[in-house]
């Protein structure tokens, strides 16, 4: 349980991808498994306990494509295009239409879902995917405004951002930023530090658009964010309290 000030090997190798939250980290095996490690307080390993574990055990299920871990619950990707969640449940964030927590994943309505985000801050409960066909969909806790829908009003099912398409999203506490077709930025949701880029401290119920264009990639945390532009150049905002967005400088609004 001690810190580690370098790299770790993590079970061998043949990994595909990995996804690390507040306390707990899982990875995609080849093959297709999904095994996790950490804290499992609130069932975020998906495998039916709630009993924490030095070593990756398997999530129940099998091939998982991708995975991303919120503070207190997880869900992933089958290669089959569908996408299930499990753990804490208490806004909807499983967006099952309950909110009970599960400790085994349960599936989100449909079978056309190409990516999902759940942030990895501290007290996010919310989840956002995007289908094949390129519609945002968000659900769970939406106490400020971070499931870009216009009100405050949690759900505890999925619903659509807009009627835009967009090609990635990102979420992280309370507040979300996403990239649509046609490459611009926007983001939506907790702006008290100016994190979502719009030059202001407003927070957004509804997506705003973020300074620039040609937008590729973006990545958000839950009070500073950073994004990439077509032409490699690299671009952050926000808080900016331990140097994340730049030094020497304060908040950032860009």
């Known amino acids: 349980t001690e810190a580690r000030t370098s790299p770790v ?52 299920g099998s091939d998982w494509t991708d995975v991303a871990l919120g503070s207190d619950h997880a869900c992933g990707l089958r290669g089959d295009n569908t996408l299930w969640c499990w753990g804490n449940n208490g806004a909807g964030q499983l967006g099952d239409g309950t909110t009970v927590a599960k400790l085994t994943p349960v599936q989100v309505s449909g079978s056309d879902w190409a990516g999902v985000t759940t942030g990895s801050g501290e007290g996010d409960a919310f989840t956002c995917g995007i289908r094949l066909d390129g519609g945002l969909w968000c659900w769970g806790d939406n106490s400020d405004g971070q499931l870009g829908l216009g009100t405050q009003a949690s759900s505890s099912t999925p619903v659509r951002v807009g009627t835009q398409t967009w090609s990635t999203v990102s979420a992280a506490g309370k507040r979300a930023s996403g990239v649509q077709f046609g490459d611009t930025l926007w983001s939506w949701g907790q702006n008290d530090l100016g994190q979502l880029g719009d030059g202001s401290q407003d927070q957004r119920v509804l997506p705003v658009r973020v300074l620039g264009n040609r937008w590729f990639q973006v ?36």
């Open 9 to 60: 090997q993590v079970g061998g190798i043949g990994w595909n991808m990995v996804s690390a939250g507040l306390r707990a980290t899982c990875g995609v095996r080849a093959g297709g498994a999904l095994v996790c490690w950490g804290d499992n307080a609130s069932g975020i390993f998906g495998n039916g306990s709630q009993d924490a574990s030095l070593v990756p055990v398997e999530v129940v």
């Open 219 to 254: 990545s958000s945390a839950a009070a500073h964010g950073c994004g990439r532009r077509q032409d490699g150049s690299l671009w952050c905002w926000g808080d900016n309290a331990h140097w994340q967005v730049r030094p020497n400088a304060g908040a950032v609004l860009l």
